[in-house]
């Protein structure tokens, strides 16, 4: 027997495939794996209830090797005192791509974004949920369950970018 929630997940999960099955490919394209992983970082904004510009983030990695988990970087947060205002406790610990190393978080927080499409249409994100760590190699990892769940469109348009 199905819950409510499962039926939801079903329902995201299908709308994800829907999107892939949408997409156009270029024909003749000559893919670089090294300049494909460019089109993974973008450019965001963390954004407040009034729809103000909390803090302008660089380089947003849409990682779809995070499988468990989103993170933003504990120094980003702390910086912003609207941000400190959002963290609630957590205990999570997330096995990383090795199988062996982990990262522990004991905050979590949701926020609101901004983030362009491949073409820069900027469309407005609500409650990305993140782990907070310590340490990352960029301030916002967004994995692959909030890709599926939140932003399909905007991965899909910078993947089928990255092969043009």
Sequence with gaps: MWSQADEEEQIIMNDFMAELHNV???TNT?????????YMFINGQI???DNLTVATTERTMMDTGALQASFIRSDLVNKHPYLTSLLMPSRYTVTLGDGEATIKSNKII???????????KEKRIDGI????????????IIGLPQIIKKIPS????H???AMA
């Design 47 to 49: 954004i407040g209830e």
């Design 30 to 38: 000559d893919l670089k794996t090294a300049v494909l992983s460019d």
């Design 159 to 161: 993947f089928v970018a």
């Design 110 to 120: 949701t926020i609101n974004m901004i983030l362009p499409d491949a073409q820069g």
């Design 154 to 157: 905007i991965f899909i348009s």
């Design 24 to 26: 156009q490919v270029p």
């Design 129 to 140: 949920t993140f782990l907070v760590v310590d340490k990352l190699s960029c301030p916002i």
